[in-house]
Nanobody, 123 residues
Framework: QVQLVESGGGLVQAGGSLRLSCAAS????????MGWFRQAPGKEREFVAG????????YYEDSVKGRFSISRDNPKNTVYLQMNSLKPEDTAVYYC????????????????WGQGTQITVSS
């Protein structure tokens, strides 16, 4: 199993930027396709972005394309989400998780989700 700790959230005005981090435990981190998800109040958790094992390839949900960028640092067991041009509709709790495969938007059965990190975008 892998354990995940997200950080970097906060309150930001529309148009602003934030960088999220996700620190993972476990020696197999570099073998996982990793992703970011978010859950807004009253809504289901949704996929946001994914990256392959090396970080050389990425994919995104349509609503964040061109604004968000996912990356990873395998020696540090960390995956990042750079969020630019933030909108009020980006307000949510953000989580990271290993994905079930390249191109997938479904999390792997990896254990428990982390606590997430809250992003609030004011208009």
């Amino acid at each position: 199993q892998v354990q995940l700790v997200e950080s970097g959230g906060g309150l930001v005005q529309a148009g602003g930027s934030l960088r999220l981090s996700c620190a993972a435990s476990g020696r197999s981190f570099s073998s996982y396709v990793m992703g970011w998800f978010r859950q807004a109040p009253g809504k289901e958790r949704e996929f946001v972005a994914g990256t392959n094992w090396s970080g050389s390839n990425t994919y995104y949900e349509d609503s964040v394309k061109g604004r968000f960028s996912i990356s990873r640092d395998n020696p540090k067991n960390t995956v990042y989400l750079q969020m630019n041009s933030l909108k009020p509709e980006d307000t949510a709790v953000y989580y990271c998780a290993p994905l079930s495969g390249w191109g997938s938007k479904v999390p792997l059965n990896f254990g428990s989700w982390g606590q997430g990190t809250q992003i609030t975008v004011s208009s």
